[in-house]
């Protein structure tokens, strides 16, 4: 009995074992009734052994395997179930493939996309990372911690800009009130006219250029004249 790595069209990893293992019928294993189009698509050494898959390339529509291969066959398409075998040379006999499980493969699948970043090592480090204003003076920071660079303004500033505008109280409104009612009274007293005797006036002369534009009035004119 010899374990090997079955990968289902759908993309699922599961361990198999095979009996009285041969190469050549491989594919009997993948539930094809021929060999047709089915081979060794590409083989990667791993530590002192090598590790091939066997897929077929050619297949009915909606039968593709989903499963993303590592390089360089992550862009090629296959149908099917794939397999995945280890063995002790590099073309494998019958008799030099050895066993090979789902957690191996794995292993093996994390090599060969460059390995995958440990967030929580990440997040250490980030830990561990030297703060770069720890270094600099309390003057030269706002009162949130961040530097003065020109761009970040603190509160304290915009606080002291708002203080420096006050709004008018209500006496001084009323006074400015006051001083308006007197300009007027004074230019009533020297012959000036008030703004109601301006609006009066404003109507009179409208009241002119209506009647002047009156053609009854016209009318009436030529009648006299005869």
């Given at each position: 009995m010899?374990?090997?790595?079955?990968?289902?069209k759908g993309g699922s990893?599961?361990?198999?074992?095979?009996?009285?293992?041969?190469v050549?019928?491989l594919?009997?294993?993948c539930?094809?009734?021929k060999?047709d189009?089915?081979?060794?698509?590409?083989?990667?050494?791993?530590?002192?052994?090598w590790?091939?898959v066997?897929?077929?390339?050619k297949g009915?529509a909606n039968s593709?395997n989903?499963?993303?291969?590592p390089?360089p066959?992550d862009?090629d398409?296959?149908f099917?179930s794939?397999?995945v075998?280890?063995?002790?040379?590099?073309t494998?006999?019958d008799?030099?493939v050895?066993?090979?499980d789902?957690?191996t493969?794995?292993?093996?699948?994390?090599?060969l996309l460059g390995?995958?970043?440990?967030l929580?090592?990440?997040?250490?480090?980030?830990?561990?990372?030297?703060?770069?204003?720890?270094?600099?003076?309390?003057s030269?920071?706002?009162?949130?911690?961040?530097?003065k660079?020109g761009?970040?303004?603190?509160d304290?500033?915009?606080?002291e800009e708002?203080?420096?505008y006050?709004?008018?109280?209500?006496e001084?409104s009323?006074?400015?009130?006051?001083d308006?009612?007197?300009?007027?009274?004074?230019?009533?007293?020297?012959?000036?006219?008030?703004?109601?005797?301006?609006?009066?006036?404003?109507?009179?002369?409208?009241?002119?250029?209506?009647?002047?534009?009156?053609p009854a009035s016209?009318?009436?004119?030529e009648?006299y004249?005869?």
């Open positions: 010899t374990k090997v790595v079955m990968i289902n990893v599961k361990t198999e074992t095979v009996k009285s293992l041969k050549s019928d594919y009997k294993k539930k094809f009734r060999p189009d089915f081979a060794k698509r590409h083989t990667w050494k791993y530590k002192n052994k590790v091939s066997y897929a077929k390339n009915r593709e989903k499963y993303d291969l390089p066959i862009n398409l296959y099917g794939l397999l075998i280890m063995h002790t040379n590099e494998p006999a008799s030099e050895c066993d090979f789902k957690e493969w794995l292993k093996v699948y994390e090599k390995g995958f970043e440990d929580s090592v990440t997040a250490q480090q980030d830990d561990e990372e030297e703060d770069e204003l720890e270094s600099v003076s309390p030269q920071k706002t009162k949130e911690g961040y530097l660079d761009f970040v303004v603190s304290d500033i915009e606080e708002d203080s420096d006050e709004c008018p109280s209500e001084e009323a006074d400015e009130n006051t308006n009612e007197d300009e007027d009274d004074e230019e009533a007293n020297y012959g000036g006219e008030t703004e109601d005797e301006e609006e009066d006036e404003d109507e009179e002369e409208e009241d002119s250029e209506v009647s002047d534009d009156d016209e009318l009436s004119e009648e004249s005869y």
